[in-house]
């Protein structure tokens, strides 16, 4: 795979017009093709799949990869039927289009266990929809009709003939895309699906070359550092003079961001600077011991919704000989991604350029739309490598920062919280107490169950946060 | 402005003194392999070989460095280098890859002194952080890199 770029360039908008059920493109727009053809050196033959004259297959992957291996499982389904030569396949991160959305959330959004089981059926339709074309392509070359041609290994042959997807990817890019093309594995079984193929990320992350969010540069970027208000729901009372050393400083609300010259420099003015914050009165004594206190007191007489019930609980527990009562609870947990949040902005007059390590593409470019005043489709977004992602790179607290750093300062700015930022101002899983209670017969034979579960409720409010739809909350969270 | 070697070439720094070498060579340079993780000399994403040890960079400032011989993931291209990345390939050891470099500066510095390890002298050569959690896989191939 090619993830080795310093920067990569994907400044063009990419016009997506329409896309067919399978999620390949129907009418593909010249901005895609140029784009493609730019970064790939060969023939888009689908929004999916481009192909070079030295046979190099690169497969558009539209879920972001984080560790669990996507930027592989994905391309080995699309070459499952595109029956291409598999150490000719690269494989990169799709920019947001709606034509790359998971079409088990319709949305271009990693999270939930869902990239394998949501783009499963339509990687084998893309696979075998340009298969088709390619085939088709390779067959009105040698003279001869689809059907005498027979495939292996991106080599198309009939007669005693022979032609290369490379050779013929140029004429299949201009063929219409078949409606229903053969999903050949069907019937002959799966081939690469399955099997253990080595990672296509891997090489580039034995050497350095692998280029993560945290690692975008810029040319004559400037750097900052974060600084949030230690309690929840403060704000900055006024904003504090530029130290000296500092580019500037930026009011981001519940924080406020210092520019420098460098990581480290931004880093260290951060961290001594001096801010006084509006602490709101019911923010004031909130601790530890008071939320551990309030889960306590909801535990016994708070009025609980009802998730499941089934059977007669009070019944159960009556004939039960022994009850097992037992509660358990557990703390707000930091998700601790390796690479710490970063966000790398680089904000023009007519448009915004995002380079980010995210699951969220989609929310990145809406939440720099709102911010710039740009249209969505003047906001590029480079999805990079995510040293960890953990379901907190889908929310955007970062992104908008960088995006109103950069808006204020004028130059390109990269954003990278502190490690102790990154602990201290997470999204934190929420804390819980659960309370389990058993009732077992004579025999032990378990007669009744209950849990009752005192928890913060989360959707709400990552919902508020991200924008993610509430029927997408419930597939993902 | 400091002066040293990096991956084999005499390089000048215009930045102060007291930036870490970490830093220095994220941003002054473009040497990103090397990777910030905690900045407190903790989970090892940041190591490097300055004069053939193994250092972690967010500690050592770049004043302390100035003349040294400084090795990061970006030159790390020796025949032992060489095999333990062979290796890494061959036991699919990264997943999100990011404190990979790190780990692989901290194996090769492992094998310079014990070119054929024991899962315990591994275990206390080698502390890197690793959320994913690969430190089995990591294992199997500094066994795989010394039997090469």
């Known amino acids: ?477 | 402005m400091t002066t040293l070697t990096v991956n084999g070439q005499k390089v000048t720094v215009d930045a102060p003194g007291n930036t870490p070498l970490l830093w220095a060579l994220r941003d002054y340079l473009g040497l990103t392999g090397t990777k910030y993780g905690c900045g407190i000399e903790y989970c090892g994403a940041c190591t490097v070989h300055i004069d053939g040890e193994a250092e972690k960079s967010c500690e050592v400032s770049l004043a302390d460095a100035a003349g040294k011989h400084v090795t990061t993931i970006e030159g790390l291209s020796s025949a032992l280098s060489s095999k333990l990345q062979q290796a890494w390939i061959a036991e699919q050891v990264p997943q999100c890859g990011y404190c990979q470099s790190g780990m692989l500066m901290s194996a090769a510095a492992l094998l310079r002194a014990h070119p054929n390890p024991t899962d315990a002298q591994i275990d206390s050569g080698v502390r890197n952080l690793c959320v994913c959690g690969t430190y089995p896989r990591v294992r199997k191939a500094i066994h795989r890199a010394a039997g090469m």
């Open chain 1, 1 to 477: 795979m090619d993830m080795s770029s310093a920067v990569i360039d994907r400044r063009q908008f990419i016009k997506i017009s329409s896309a067919a059920a399978g999620g390949l493109m129907l009418g593909i727009s010249v901005p895609l093709q140029s784009r493609s053809a730019m970064a790939a050196g060969g023939s888009q033959v689908s929004a999916w799949i481009s192909i070079a004259p030295n046979e190099t297959v690169t497969i558009e992957v539209g879920s972001a990869e984080m560790g669990q291996g996507v930027l592989t499982s994905l391309p080995q389904i699309i070459a499952e039927e595109l029956m291409a030569e598999w150490s000719k396949v690269k494989t990169r991160m799709a920019p947001p289009a709606a034509v790359y959305a998971n079409p088990l959330y319709h949305q271009q959004l990693t999270a939930g266990s869902g990239s394998v089981r949501g783009y499963f059926d339509a990687m084998l339709k893309a696979g075998a929809t340009a298969r088709e074309m390619l085939v088709a392509a390779a067959a009105a070359r040698m003279g001869v009709s689809p059907s005498e041609c027979q495939v292996s290994n991106g080599v198309v042959t009939a007669n005693g003939q022979s032609v290369t997807y490379g050779e013929v990817a140029d004429d299949a890019a201009l063929l219409p895309p078949p409606s229903n093309p053969t999903i050949l594995s069907a019937s002959r079984g799966y081939q690469l699906v399955g099997s253990s193929v080595k990672r296509l990320d891997i090489p580039s992350k034995v050497n350095g070359s692998a280029k993560f969010g945290i690692d975008a540069r810029v040319p004559g970027m400037v750097y900052a550092a974060i600084k949030h208000c230690p309690t929840l729901g403060g704000e900055v009372a006024a904003t504090p003079a530029k130290p000296a050393g500092a580019i500037a400083v930026v009011n981001l609300g519940n924080a406020v961001a210092v520019v420098a010259n460098d990581t480290y420099a931004a880093f260290r003015l951060a961290r001594n600077l001096t801010v006084s914050w509006n602490i709101p009165t019911a923010s004031q004594n909130l601790d530890s011991s008071i939320i551990a206190q309030k889960a306590v007191s909801l535990m016994n007489s708070g009025v609980a919704a009802v998730a499941e019930s089934k059977g007669d609980i009070g019944a159960g527990f009556a004939k039960a000989v022994k009850t097992i009562t037992s509660t358990y609870s557990f703390p707000y947990l930091p998700h601790a991604c390796m690479e710490p949040l970063s966000c790398t902005v680089d904000l023009r007059a007519d448009s915004c350029t995002i380079y980010a390590p995210t699951q969220a593409p989609g929310a990145v470019q809406a939440v720099a739309a709102g911010i710039t005043g740009l249209a969505a489709s003047a906001i590029t977004v480079n999805s990079l490598l995510m040293g960890g992602g953990l379901g907190r790179k889908f929310e955007i607290d970062y992104i908008s920062q960088a995006v109103t750093i950069a808006k204020q300062v004028g130059q390109p700015v990269k954003l990278t919280w502190s490690r102790e930022e990154d602990m201290s101002h997470d999204q934190y899983r929420p804390s819980g107490l659960v309370r389990i209670r058993l009732g077992m017969d004579g025999s032990g034979a378990v007669t009744s169950y209950s849990s009752r579960i005192v928890t913060p409720a989360t959707r709400i409010s990552v919902m508020a946060r991200t924008g993610v739809p509430r029927m997408l909350m419930r597939l993902v969270a």
